[in-house]
């Protein structure tokens, strides 16, 4: 199981913890039970004044509903619900927004929307968020398409709604404060923690130029750890790193030798290793 780092302002305030059950925690291979049991343990582990983000998306209305009432029973502060994917042909906006609309109605935690395209093959529409801004329940989105254009215009259509929306890689969390993003959800925080953080505190503080420095040396070993290996690269990297990475969970397989070394060279060139 790994955990990706959040940052986000809400109301004022600012707020960071973790979140467990998002696409680095291979959730789509976990049965339910170990998925509700990962977060138990986060949440045991986890001081309180630190928030739980879990992911509870499943591919039926149904099961999202069921799974985001027993995570915030097991202690989750927030759900981040995937968009569901499997017939991806139908779930244009009006699909999405019932889906939504009902998962944060039936909720008893804040609800915020997860937009993965890499994962699942589609956007969650920019029209789509806009409405969904709207419901009381639902609080922001953390957007991993890497489209920093989207993200601006998300952030603009939003404005008037109390709605955050999140850099989802740190490949990009620069670009995406630039634009008004209050925060991320970075894999790359899971080797990188104190790295990712300076960057967020340099954008907050307006220190652009050591922000922008300081963001291009983590883009190589944030693409490593994301689009090039993946998560057998990111557990492999939190092992050099003295964390557990631990082993993948099948079908995922472990890295060759000559995957491991290039993933090596994209920290060792940025002087990370």
Request: hydrophobic share 40%; charged share 15%; net charge neutral.
């Amino acid at each position: 199981m790994n955990q990706s780092s959040l940052y986000c302002c809400g109301q004022g305030a600012k707020h960071n913890g973790f979140v467990v059950q998002g696409s680095n925690g291979e959730f789509p291979f976990l049965t339910s039970s170990e998925r509700l049991e990962v977060v138990s343990r986060v949440r045991q582990a986890l001081p309180r004044d630190k928030l739980l983000l879990a992911g509870s998306g499943c591919e039926s209305t149904q099961a999202t509903v069921e799974m985001t009432v027993s995570m915030a029973q097991v202690g989750a502060d927030a759900a981040m619900v995937v968009t569901p994917c499997y017939y991806h042909g139908r779930m244009n906006s009006a699909a999405l927004i019932h889906h939504y609309t009902k998962v944060a109605d039936l909720s008893p935690i804040p609800v915020v929307l997860y937009s993965v395209p890499a994962n699942t093959g589609l956007d969650l529409p920019v029209d789509a968020v806009v409405t969904l801004s709207q419901h009381p329940n639902i609080v922001g989105i953390k957007d991993s398409g890497g489209d920093v254009t989207r993200i601006g215009l998300i952030v603009h259509k939003t404005r008037r709604q109390d709605f955050q929306v999140l850099a989802g890689s740190a490949g990009f969390l620069l670009a995406s404060y630039a634009v008004g993003a209050v925060g991320g959800v970075c894999a790359l925080a899971n080797v990188l923690g104190a790295q990712v953080c300076q960057l967020e505190r340099l954008c907050l503080t307006g220190q652009w130029e050591d922000a922008q420095k300081l963001q291009h040396r983590l883009i190589e070993p944030n693409t490593a750890v994301t689009q090039r290996f993946g998560i057998p690269g990111l557990k492999k990297t939190m092992d050099w790193f003295g964390y557990y990475g631990g082993p993948c969970r099948a079908p995922l397989r472990e890295l060759s030798a000559p995957q491991e070394e290039a993933l090596r060279l994209d920290f060792t060139s940025n002087g990370w290793l």
